[in-house]
């Protein structure tokens, strides 16, 4: 199973209790969905071996982490050297956004244009330091634009073109 078709969701900080609960680190913007009961997760180790696939039975938030329960497990000692393994999912388990919202694996790596075609270069990394996000954008010689991701700069994205075209107001560039 390839780590590049996997989605990073949570990962395993500590045991709870001594019934066999892990508590959860979510890396996600669906814990409601991913920690479910009844969902498959995949928790792979942090080093080599090989990942495994596990079922919740049951979740509850307990101070930003969840506690949850898995299929098979009711005790401290089965789940104890699962500490420190990431929860993931498959690249078919992701959750449909809506329009206008995309995945950041989705947007890095796009190539960006003017709204008269020019390339201006490659989206490397998505900052979020307030009321939007800024997109940054590796020019041909290494300089770095920061795109604001707002209506009037970002026209239009098309994810399967890996294309993104963008309206450059006075100042960015």
């Known amino acids: 199973m390839s780590d590049e078709r996997l989605l990073n969701i949570g990962k395993v900080v500590n045991t709870h209790g001594i019934r066999g609960e892990l508590k959860i680190w979510p890396q996600t913007d669906f814990p409601e969905v991913r920690f479910k009961p009844g969902n498959k997760l995949i928790m792979v180790p942090p080093d080599a071996g090989e990942p495994i696939t596990v079922e919740i039975t049951g979740a509850r938030e307990q101070k930003k982490m969840f506690v949850v329960r ?69 020019m041909p010689k290494g300089k770095e634009l920061l795109l604001p991701v707002i209506d009037e700069v970002v026209l239009d994205v098309d994810v399967a073109a890996r294309k993104i075209k963008v309206h450059l107001m006075e100042g960015l560039l």
């Open 70 to 138: 898995l299929k098979g497990f009711d005790n401290i000692n089965q789940v104890e050297k699962y500490k420190g393994w990431e929860l993931k999912v498959t690249e078919e388990d992701r959750v449909p956004l809506s329009e206008g919202e995309f995945y950041y694996r989705d947007i890095i790596g796009c190539a960006v244009v003017t709204e008269e075609g020019e390339p201006l270069g490659e989206v490397t990394d998505i900052l979020s330091p307030g009321a939007n996000d800024v997109w940054v954008v590796r």
